[in-house]
């Protein structure tokens, strides 16, 4: 199974950008559609950003289009989450997830197999 390691996150201050990264290992990442979820304390996980195993479909939620990009390099078995305009409301553990099966990465916590640790981002106002 693909374990994953998020890394990037901080504290910034509203407007500013952060890009989280996750590495996937014993596994090769092209296998999997991946996705970036995130938890605010007393918030349950929502889904933030989602990319096919090429790398050429994205979805995310309307909540970050336009300030977030999603993007994935197999060769380095590597996936990124470019943060730019941050507002407090970003403010969140950001976690990297893995999806074994084809297709359109889903919103659906529960249809992803593998997580990572996570990596918490603070955005002040």
């Known amino acids: 199974q693909v374990q994953l390691v998020e890394s990037g996150g901080g504290l910034v201050q509203a407007g500013d950008s952060l890009r989280l990264s996750c590495a996937a290992s014993?596994?090769?990442?092209?296998?999997?559609?991946m996705a970036w979820f995130r938890q605010a304390p007393g918030k349950e996980r929502e889904f933030v950003a989602g990319?096919?195993?090429?790398?050429?479909?994205?979805v995310y939620a309307d909540s970050v289009k336009g300030r977030f990009t999603i993007s994935r390099d197999n060769t380095k078995n590597m996936m990124y989450l470019q943060m730019n305009n941050l507002k407090p409301e970003d403010t969140a553990v950001y976690y990297c997830?893995?999806?074994?099966?084809?297709?359109?990465?889903?919103?659906?916590?529960?249809?992803?197999?593998?997580w990572g640790q996570g990596t918490q981002v603070t955005v002040s106002s």
């Open positions: 990319i096919t195993q090429s790398g050429y479909n994205t």
């Open positions: 997830a893995a999806d074994s099966r084809y297709g359109t990465p889903t919103m659906m916590v529960t249809r992803y197999d593998y």
């Open positions: 014993r596994r090769p990442a092209s296998a999997y559609v």
